[in-house]
């Protein structure tokens, strides 16, 4: 193999994959679409939640309830005059949880000594499932932490004793002080920056590479090239390792995206995230070699790897846990390459985590690249 | 072939005056004027590039083009050619009907599109499929056919509607000499009813054609009769045969009034302007005293060389 | 009226053509009935987050009853593994950092004598590397504490007396209720939508993919030659993909109700009716992409990342509720975002005519817009 040719062959297809409008753009919109796309949909908070309210008791204790749960910024209350309409509301999907204050809300707290507490409905769309399983947790607090206040004042301008006021709520419960560990707000963009790093190398550089190398046979070019002193080793390197240097880039400018515009930045270090994520574009290209050599025209190997990664996206943890999956489906997933390294890019961006406590999780994929590596060139063998 | 009525009485005619049509900022035709007249076979003959392909597009009517005058059939190009779709047949380049579809769901379909009654239909059907010996294969997709059955059946396809005028794109291109008979059959069944254009690169076949259209560069540099055309090229053609034409032809190019030498097999072909020769005997002697040669003739001027001559000075325009 | 009658004949011969190419395309119609079945299996029994099997650890520094029993009842809640035992706070940590345990549950010295005097804590470290599944056991495990009663012995006292201030902390008791889905299933979130990606999917691709198809090999200009117009040639050609369409959503609903017994609630009629507007806007989406690109590989490059952001910003998959305004309003573009709106209503909610109205006029709406940019995009020509 000789050096200069293989830098002659580099150059050309630098300049080739460059001059190619459709390429640029896919290598540089698509990962930042996705990064900007992704990053936004995964919410573990509640904001702005349209919130239906029935007011039937209409008391001055009401409306200092309804203004706690406004002031959250969490809700926007809208009013229902009956409970009829309310729940016509809900049905038609306009609010996406209700609340119903009962008549005798006031007299209920008022007579406090012994009585259950009044009662506040709550009614979620259960329809949907992350909304409304957000929405509850965070309507909950408010509605304790209103309460109490209320009942707090209530009583106290009554005379009452804080001891007696303490008494029905010490007794039942514990407390839970709750600290997230990495991530403090649980916010979902760090989580979905990660792995959207994953769903680009696994698929996006897969697609270009097929597409790249399915167009180059197409036109000819190939065969070309084979009249020339090349080996075939050799243009397929020069093909590959631009393709390999752009990819890499590409990581370096989403990672540099997600934190200047997302304010994202890896907890750990960042050379090591590259260094990984440079191991796993081999993979890709590995795959890409092999689609784009068993497939007779370019959008043929746009659908095969379509039909192959898509499911492989989803079943990688990308926006579904693995563990929440059926026994046999995780262990299916966990055998593909892209799990891993979603795994490996969360660790890094979120947990800080570093090589020592990585090995395992490199390990296979390392074992994994070599395979594929392999598989890749015994496919091009079997072909030339 | 039944009468086709839609032609009896109308003179089809193409009259086209400073037809323009680019493609961003270049211009693929850059003013054409062509008249056309009664039912003939014309060839549009040029060079490669020189915008035969988006004339016949423009005729059939599936370009927008800008014009004086773009007439063709009686209906403007620049207007609704629904109508005058109606009245055309029309053969792209490349192999072009659905390949899933069987032989005659093609044609019922161009049918349907035509609103061709099914009765008419069946026998039409019947009658270019049995001419074109492509009954056996009536339920075959058409993408099993051969490259000759494709291109007859294009062509069948083409004929169903008895269109008054048939534009053919290098129909023939890449097809075996059995085949273009056949097709050649085909449309010779039609002339005297039906225009038909077809742009070819084969020379037997432009020398066939009732008229030529010679176009380059976006515009018509010659039209007329084969003989017309040549008799417009003013060029002496001489045949020099030789052991070795290649060892000559150099020589012969030294000569002041040779054009343009060309060898094949055992002779140079060797083309003299017109102009300038000194008369066919001194040519032949000139010819004859160069090292190698054995005979020299006088040769009638053909169509490669009409062809060749006319590019020339197409080049120097 | 002549030409209303030519317009439709054309159309239907298209859609003769149409069909016919479809009904020899043996790989296409075994898309048509898999896709729908993998994408089923996938959201109904692979997919989800509710969280399950996850891996917790517990340090116990009290060692007391109550804290077994504390542990016993969050273990109880079905979403854990079985707990792991740490002897430090260091050790827990360091479970949290390699991602082998998603909360650490403290359970303080005090914790036992805490209940006789005032109100016991606990700690609870979650791993915000994973924030959905962290928040929804943070909920989970606030709610088993908040009920849990340290003191055994005041139960039944309790019971008699208050019987409702364990849902509360103090002063006000909530009760929710989810209505249309009382467990929160992820499953039947993503069954009811389910029509809306696989009719996306197949709109988008068959139209932008189809019809590039038919440039690059010829038979559009072919076709043009004939008396018809690019109008009828695209609406004939994707007439035959509308009853696709309706095919492959029945496949979906009967599948969500016979294998996860995911049956719609409200108005048949009205799905077919939402369906119609969006199957139009979809596929007119795809003739605006093939408009767009020269190539076949061109054309799913482009589909494929125009259906994952409609995927993704639509709702379909994750609440568009939660999503940052800007974000929120670029995906009330999609089709997708008001097919599945309106398809959650009618499937889960019971929904009826009454209750999709707005989604149906959005549809129709992008329908209209879609088609004005279709028909500017469209030449009436060849090149």
Same mark, same amino acid.
């Given at each position: 193999m000789k050096a200069r040719r293989l830098r002659t062959l580099m150059v050309r297809e630098v300049r080739a994959t460059l001059r190619d409008p459709f390429t640029v753009i896919s290598l540089i919109a698509v990962p930042l679409v996705a990064l900007l796309a992704f990053s936004s949909i995964l919410a573990t908070n509640v904001e702005h939640m349209r919130l239906g309210v029935?007011?039937?008791?209409?008391?001055a204790l009401s409306r200092r309830l309804l203004s706690d749960v406004a002031a959250s910024g969490a809700f926007d209350p809208s009013p229902y005059a009956t409970r009829e309409a309310l729940e016509a509301a809900l049905v038609a999907g306009e609010i996406s949880a209700a609340l119903v204050l009962p008549p005798d809300l006031q007299d209920a707290l008022a007579q406090r000594a012994g009585a259950a507490p009044p009662e506040v409905q709550v009614l979620y769309d259960g329809a949907e499932t992350v909304l409304a399983g957000n929405a509850d947790a965070f309507l909950r607090s408010i509605l304790a932490a209103s309460g109490a206040r209320i009942s707090v004042r209530e009583l106290s301008s009554r005379a009452t004793r804080l001891g007696e006021l303490r008494s029905p709520a010490a007794r039942a419960g514990v407390d839970v002080v709750t600290q997230a560990l990495f991530n403090p707000q649980l916010l979902g963009r760090p989580f979905m920056v990660a792995g959207t790093f994953g769903f680009v190398l696994s698929f996006v550089t897969v697609l270009i590479t097929a597409v790249s190398i399915v167009n180059e046979r197409l036109s000819g070019t190939f065969d070309q090239l084979q @009249?020339?002193?090349?080996?075939t080793v050799e243009i397929l390197l020069g093909k590959l390792l631009p393709l390999g240097a752009v990819f890499s880039l590409d990581v370096l400018l989403m990672v540099v995206v997600a934190g200047l +515009? @997302?304010? +994202?930045?890896?907890?750990?270090?960042v050379l090591f995230f590259l260094l990984v994520a440079t191991v796993y574009v081999s993979m890709s290209l590995s795959l890409g070699l092999i689609f784009s050599a068993t497939s007779a025209t370019a959008a043929e190997a746009v659908q095969k790897t379509v039909l192959f990664s898509v499911p492989l996206v989803q079943l990688?943890?990308?926006?579904?846990?693995?563990?929440?999956?059926p026994m046999p489906v995780q262990w299916l997933a966990e055998l593909l390459p892209a799990t891993h390294f979603i795994r490996v890019a969360r660790a890094i961006y @979120?947990?800080?985590?570093g090589p020592f406590e990585l090995w395992s999780e490199l390990l296979f994929l390392g074992a994994f690249g070599a395979a594929l590596i392999a598989l890749a060139v015994r496919t091009l063998e079997r072909r030339t | 072939m039944s009468a086709a009525p839609t032609l009896a009485g109308a003179a089809p005619e193409i009259d086209l005056a400073q037809l323009v049509k680019r493609y961003g900022r270049k211009h693929a035709l850059e003013g054409v004027d062509l008249q056309l007249t009664g039912a003939q076979l014309v060839g549009v003959v040029g060079p490669d590039g020189a915008g035969k392909t988006t004339l016949l597009r423009a005729i059939a009517g599936l370009l927008e083009v800008e014009a004086q005058r773009a007439n063709v059939l009686g209906f403007d190009?620049?207007?609704?050619v629904r109508a005058l779709k109606a009245q055309v047949g029309y053969v792209p380049?490349?192999?072009?009907?659905?390949?899933? !579809?069987?032989v005659i769901e093609n044609l019922r379909f161009t049918g349907k599109l035509h609103r061709i009654a099914t009765a008419v239909f069946e026998r039409r059907a019947e009658e270019l499929l049995a001419r074109t010996a492509l009954a056996p294969f009536?339920?075959?997709?058409?993408?099993? !056919?051969?490259g000759g059955m494709k291109q007859k059946l294009a062509v069948a396809n083409a004929l169903l509607p008895e269109p008054a005028l048939l534009v053919l794109d290098?129909?023939?291109?890449?097809?075996?000499v059995v085949a273009r008979a056949e097709i050649a059959a085909l449309l010779a069944a039609r002339r005297g009813e039906t225009l038909v254009l077809l742009s070819t690169s084969y020379l037997d076949e432009a020398a066939s054609c009732d008229r030529l259209v010679y176009l380059d560069a976006g515009r018509v540099l010659a039209t007329g009769t084969p003989a017309e055309l040549r008799a417009q090229v003013r060029v002496e053609l001489y045949r020099a045969w030789a052991a070795a034409p290649r060892a000559i032809a150099a020589a012969a190019r030294a000569?002041?009034?040779?054009?343009a030498v060309r060898t094949s097999g055992r002779y140079a072909r060797v083309e003299v302007a017109a102009e300038r020769s000194p008369g066919a005997a001194r040519v032949i002697a000139d010819l004859a005293a160069l090292?190698?040669?054995r005979v020299v003739e006088l040769r009638p001027l053909d169509m490669e060389t009409t062809l060749l001559a006319l590019a020339r000075s197409g080049a120097r325009a | 009226m002549e030409r209303l009658r030519h317009f439709a004949t054309n159309v239907l011969a298209m859609a003769y053509r149409e069909g016919s190419v479809m009904r020899h395309d043996k790989a296409f119609i075994a898309a048509v009935a898999v896709q729908p079945i993998v994408m089923l299996l996938l959201f109904?029994?692979?997919?989800?987050?509710?969280?399950?099997n996850v891996p917790w650890a517990v340090l116990d520094q009290s060692q007391s009853a109550g804290a077994r029993r504390l542990v016993e009842e969050i273990g109880a809640t079905?979403?854990?593994?079985a707990p792991q035992r740490v002897a430090s706070y260091e050790d827990g940590r360091a479970l949290l950092a390699r991602g082998a345990a998603v909360a650490l549950v403290v359970i303080p010295h005090d914790f036992q004598r805490d209940t006789f005097r005032s109100r016991p804590q606990i700690q609870l470290l979650l791993d915000g590397a994973d924030p959905l599944t962290a928040a929804r056991i943070g909920g989970t495990i606030g709610q088993v504490a908040r009920k849990f009663?340290?003191?055994?012995?005041?139960v039944a006292a309790r019971s008699a007396?208050?019987?409702?201030?364990?849902?509360?902390?103090?002063?006000l008791q909530t009760r929710p209720r989810f209505w249309f889905n009382p467990t929160l299933r992820d499953r039947n979130f993503f069954l009811a939508a389910l029509g809306g990606m696989l009719l996306t999917n197949l709109c988008f691709s068959v139209s932008s993919i189809g019809l590039v198809g038919e440039r690059e090999s010829g038979t559009y200009e072919a076709t043009l030659a004939?008396?018809?117009?690019p109008l009828e040639i695209v609406l004939g050609k994707l007439l035959p993909y509308v009853g696709v369409c309706y095919v492959v959503l029945v496949i979906a609903i009967v599948g969500a109700g016979t294998?996860?017994?995911?049956?719609?609630?409200?108005?048949w009629l009205a799905i077919g009716v939402l369906t119609l507007p969006f199957v139009f806007a979809s596929l007119s989406v795809g003739v605006l992409i093939s408009t767009l690109v020269h190539t076949s590989a061109q054309a799913v490059f482009l589909t494929v990342f125009v259906i994952l952001p409609s995927v993704v910003l639509?709702?379909?998959?994750?609440?568009?509720?939660?999503?940052p305004h800007g974000v929120r309003a670029i995906g009330a573009i999609l089709p997708l975002r008001w097919y599945q709106i309106g398809l959650r209503s009618l499937v889960l909610?019971?929904?009826d005519f009454g209750d999709v109205w707005v989604p149906l006029v959005a549809l129709c709406l992008q329908f209209t817009v879609l088609m004005a940019l279709v028909r500017w995009r469209m030449k009436p020509r060849l090149g």
């Open positions: 029935h007011d039937a008791s209409r008391s @009249l020339t002193p090349a080996t +515009v @997302l304010g +994202v930045w890896p907890a750990g270090s990688s943890g990308f926006a579904f846990p693995i563990r929440n999956m @979120l947990r800080g985590a | 190009l620049r207007g609704d380049q490349l192999f072009a009907l659905n390949r899933e !579809l069987s009536a339920d075959r997709p058409t993408g099993a !056919l051969s290098e129909c023939t291109a890449g097809v075996d000569l002041p009034y040779v054009v090292a190698g040669v | 109904g029994g692979a997919l989800s987050n509710e969280p399950a079905g979403y854990f593994l009663d340290p003191d055994l012995r005041s007396d208050r019987p409702a201030v364990a849902n509360g902390s103090a002063g004939l008396p018809t117009s294998l996860f017994g995911v049956w719609p609630k409200g108005s639509s709702g379909v998959m994750f609440p568009y509720q939660l999503m909610r019971g929904g």
